[in-house]
């Protein structure tokens, strides 16, 4: 393995799905292992509060790698290292990458570079998704860890459900300013930039978010002008659209690094939507939400000071509804197909290989 190759690979793989932009995760080669470590300044805001989201991301970039090295040739074997994996806590060697010559070809097992770009955090309208073509798609993925539910139809109840858990930010100024804290803007051209070039929105409506990062003081005028309702506004509007959800739940017992695989088979059913022209958008903080007993002690609504009693009584009805009266959501998404072009200048950009791939061991 050489390292032109390497950087080649990590050309593709740098796309993987990660929250916010953050890119917490960064690459060291020593000619035969690929080491990925864990920078957790890069990931801290107030929605990550546990490792849940972190290892989510982790499952992404994994699915990510094996996909991009075999575009380049080389079949991927695994060494997740997660025993004291915390996400407040940089750790080093994650997982561990070796490798070995692909021997079949990549058709049918693999997506190619192409797909993998194409995967965005989507913001537009979507019109509702044909359940039979849908489900011959699914059929063919196999769970190990994981199970895979597509929802259509759903109540406008439930709809307003998943709006109101994603406008609850605007409940409370500890997560406002968070996030705030952790956006980035970039001049020109940048490898990457928030937010408008990772959450699909244009540069007129994230005026709002560069006064109040600037003026702290606006957040609290914006909240009392009724930003809240705005966001369920438009949130309940994208997901009646369509109606139509898309439900991960694990299998019980799985230990961080079984998250993790099941994470890859997540995103595995996530690339072949995309592929087949279908758009989705994460509904995290319904996710969230939904999960409150399978974490009473410390959970998003301790975390961040939400006022969610509203919520947290309809989350039964919510969970009945989706077929999932008592297992724990791993992720929540509006699924559809979008009716205009995707905007180029809300496409994800990522930091290049030059700065993700640091010193060889």
Same mark, same amino acid.
């Given at each position: 393995?050489?390292?032109?190759?390497? $950087?080649l690979?990590?050309?593709?793989?740098?796309y993987?799905?990660?929250?916010?932009?953050s890119q917490?995760?960064?690459f060291?080669f020593?000619q @035969?292992? +690929?080491h990925?470590?864990?920078?957790?300044?890069?990931?801290?805001?107030?929605?990550?509060?546990?490792s849940?989201?972190v290892?989510i991301?982790?499952?992404?970039?994994a699915?990510?790698?094996r996909n991009?090295f075999a575009?380049?040739?080389?079949?991927?074997h695994?060494?997740f290292?997660l025993a004291?994996?915390?996400? &407040?806590?940089? @750790?080093?060697?994650?997982?561990v990458l070796?490798f070995?010559? +692909?021997?079949?070809?990549?058709e049918?097992h693999?997506? #190619?570079a192409?797909?993998?770009k194409?995967?965005v955090? #989507?913001?537009?309208?979507?019109? %509702?998704v044909h359940?039979?073509?849908?489900?011959?798609l699914l059929?063919e993925q196999q769970f190990?860890?994981?199970?895979c539910q597509?929802r259509p139809?759903?109540? &406008?109840?439930?709809?307003?459900?998943?709006?109101?858990c994603?406008?609850?930010?605007?409940h409370?100024?500890? !997560?406002?300013r968070?996030i705030?804290?952790?956006i980035q803007?970039?001049?020109g051209?940048p490898e990457t930039?928030l937010p408008?070039?990772?959450?699909?929105?244009? $540069?007129?409506e994230i005026?709002?978010i560069?006064?109040? $990062?600037?003026? %702290?003081w !606006?957040?609290?005028v +914006?909240?009392?002008?009724?930003m809240s309702?705005?966001m369920?506004r438009?949130q309940?509007?994208?997901?009646?659209?369509?109606?139509?959800?898309l439900?991960f739940s694990y299998?019980?017992?799985?230990?961080?690094?079984?998250?993790?695989?099941?994470?890859m088979?997540?995103m595995? !059913?996530i690339?072949?939507?995309?592929?087949?022209?279908?758009?989705l958008?994460?509904?995290?903080?319904?996710?969230e939400?939904?999960?409150? &007993?399978? $974490?009473?002690?410390r959970?998003?609504?301790?975390?961040?000071?939400f006022d969610? &009693?509203?919520?947290l009584h309809?989350?039964?009805?919510?969970r009945?509804e989706l077929?999932?009266?008592?297992r724990?959501?791993?992720?929540?998404?509006? +699924?559809?197909?979008?009716?205009t072009?995707? %905007?180029e200048?809300s496409?994800?950009?990522r930091l %290049?290989?030059?700065?993700?791939?640091?010193s060889?061991l």
């Amino acid at each position: 393995m050489q390292l032109a190759t390497v $950087k080649l690979a990590l050309e593709i793989a740098r796309y993987y799905p990660s929250g916010d932009n953050s890119q917490c995760f960064r690459f060291r080669f020593n000619q @035969s292992r +690929l080491h990925v470590d864990y920078h957790a300044e890069h990931a801290r805001h107030a929605l990550v509060y546990d490792s849940s989201m972190v290892l989510i991301t982790l499952g992404g970039l994994a699915e990510y790698l094996r996909n991009a090295f075999a575009q380049v040739g080389w079949c991927v074997h695994f060494q997740f290292n997660l025993a004291c994996f915390h996400h &407040d806590r940089d @750790s080093r060697s994650v997982v561990v990458l070796s490798f070995s010559p +692909l021997q079949t070809a990549i058709e049918g097992h693999f997506f #190619d570079a192409a797909t993998l770009k194409q995967r965005v955090t #989507d913001r537009r309208v979507f019109l %509702p998704v044909h359940s039979e073509a849908l489900s011959d798609l699914l059929d063919e993925q196999q769970f190990e860890y994981i199970d895979c539910q597509v929802r259509p139809r759903l109540s &406008d109840t439930t709809l307003r459900f998943f709006a109101r858990c994603e406008s609850q930010v605007w409940h409370t100024q500890h !997560v406002v300013r968070s996030i705030l804290q952790h956006i980035q803007f970039a001049e020109g051209k940048p490898e990457t930039g928030l937010p408008w070039r990772n959450l699909g929105v244009s $540069k007129t409506e994230i005026m709002p978010i560069r006064l109040a $990062k600037r003026l %702290p003081w !606006v957040a609290r005028v +914006l909240e009392m002008l009724g930003m809240s309702w705005v966001m369920f506004r438009s949130q309940f509007l994208l997901w009646q659209s369509s109606a139509c959800g898309l439900v991960f739940s694990y299998r019980s017992g799985l230990s961080e690094e079984q998250r993790v695989r099941g994470a890859m088979e997540m995103m595995r !059913v996530i690339l072949t939507l995309t592929r087949a022209g279908y758009a989705l958008q994460p509904s995290t903080l319904s996710t969230e939400v939904l999960n409150i &007993d399978f $974490k009473p002690d410390r959970n998003l609504t301790t975390e961040a000071g939400f006022d969610a &009693d509203a919520l947290l009584h309809q989350c039964g009805d919510v969970r009945a509804e989706l077929g999932m009266p008592q297992r724990e959501i791993a992720w929540l998404f509006r +699924l559809g197909r979008p009716v205009t072009p995707f %905007p180029e200048q809300s496409r994800t950009h990522r930091l %290049p290989v030059s700065v993700l791939l640091e010193s060889s061991l």
